[in-house]
């Protein structure tokens, strides 16, 4: 009878695509090859691992939602925004919730509604979203958000026939002085406690841990495709795309591959647009940024220092030359880099450079 459940074949089938995941990723033919981005690779598999068992065995029943940390600096994914909080919640269109919380002081929040998740075959993408400009409070920024497939007055996110996730994104432009939002959510008509785990549950979660997986390891070196043959440049993000990828639905997108020899520096440079937020950050080949609990990864609107005509010059390079607004490659050859514009103005599209180091000195 144990043998029948499909709980042994299930976890064959993880383990086999655990074992098949290097040969996808670390040895694929456009894998870097250093020794730091190699060692980064088997541990970004293992925070693949962590990612997607907190989704899909841990959290993943919508009638009993539970918002959690996603994106940590333990666990990064496509280019995430050390400013940002990512908050997430399983969810289900046949029930309804309430959202409730405190506005806070951060620059930016979003909350919204998904559908689907990297690696699976049916339809992703975003169905609803409600940004902070669009958030009804009270005076004292207390606000309610009600989440269902049928309209509701005030604040409501729809539910589409799909819809498996509720996200919370806020970004900080000053983490010393802002206040995040405080937000829990409850399903409507609660009956208790989830039931027993069983068999099939389990077996699932073992099936799409490793479908998304290798969804997410595939989608690095397609999305890196794009960049690969204009090296140190930054590309608009086709809108459409990012909205299949559940991106920031307020937020438009610059991409590119950085890379840099020896005793070279890149430099970024853009006129800033007024926007509620701002970001430009780098990562290393798996699309993780680098670790900004101990050195800068990147620059936001309010930690850039402009130039005396109000435009922002950024210098990413092996060592600091000496100049503002200094991001360390922390150790990288190459990597990735994305820029965020957040509810702006305008969008302009940021000017690239690769000088050397000796020339930044001399004030180039």
């Excluded at 074992?19 to 040895?27: A, G, H, R, V």
């Excluded at 309209?151 to 996730?165: F, I, V």
């Excluded at 639905?249 to 430099?267: I, Q, T």
């Excluded at 503002?324 to 150790?331: I, K, L, Q, S």
């Amino acid at each position: 009878m144990a043998q029948e459940d499909g709980l042994a074949a299930a976890w064959d089938a993880f383990c086999d695509t655990l074992k098949q995941l290097p040969s996808e990723t670390l040895l694929h033919p456009e894998a870097p090859d250093t020794p730091l981005d190699r060692a980064e690779g088997y541990r970004y598999l293992t925070r693949l691992a962590r990612i997607a068992f907190d989704e899909f065995m841990e959290d993943a029943d919508g009638r009993f939602p539970r918002l959690y940390a996603f994106n940590t600096p333990h666990k990064k994914i496509l280019l995430d925004n050390p400013d940002t909080i990512y908050w997430r919640s399983p969810i289900t269109p046949e029930c309804e919730y309430r959202v409730r919380g405190r506005r806070g002081t951060i620059a930016y929040i979003d909350f919204a509604v998904y559908s689907g998740y990297y690696g699976s075959s049916g339809p992703t993408g975003t169905d609803s979203h409600l940004n902070h400009r669009e958030l009804r409070t009270d005076a004292k920024g207390h606000f309610e958000i009600l989440l269902s497939a049928r309209e509701q007055p005030g604040n409501w996110l729809r539910l589409g026939p799909h819809s498996s996730r509720f996200e919370v994104r806020q970004s900080f432009l000053d983490r010393e002085r802002e206040i995040a939002a405080s937000v829990e959510i409850e399903r409507l008509g609660d009956d208790g406690a989830p039931p027993p785990l069983d068999p099939e549950r389990v077996a699932r979660a073992l099936r799409d841990t490793g479908q998304h997986m290798r969804g997410i390891a595939r989608l690095i070196f397609e999305m890196g495709r794009d960049w690969h043959p204009r090296p140190n440049q930054l590309v608009v993000f086709d809108p459409a795309r990012a909205a299949e990828l559940q991106s920031n639905a307020d937020s438009h997108y610059l991409n590119g591959l950085w890379k840099l020899e020896p005793g070279e520096a890149l430099v970024v440079e853009f006129e800033p647009a007024r926007a509620d937020y701002w970001s430009l950050n780098f990562a290393n080949r798996w699309m993780e940024t680098h670790d900004f609990r101990y050195q800068r990864s990147g620059i936001n609107a309010h930690t850039a220092r402009p130039e005396p005509d109000g435009s922002v010059r950024v210098v990413l390079a092996q060592r600091d030359p000496g100049v503002a607004n200094f991001v360390p490659t922390a150790g990288h050859t190459s990597g990735y880099m994305t820029f965020r514009w957040i509810l702006a103005d305008g969008r302009p599209v940021p000017r690239t450079r690769v000088v050397s180091l000796e020339t930044l000195g001399a004030g180039a």
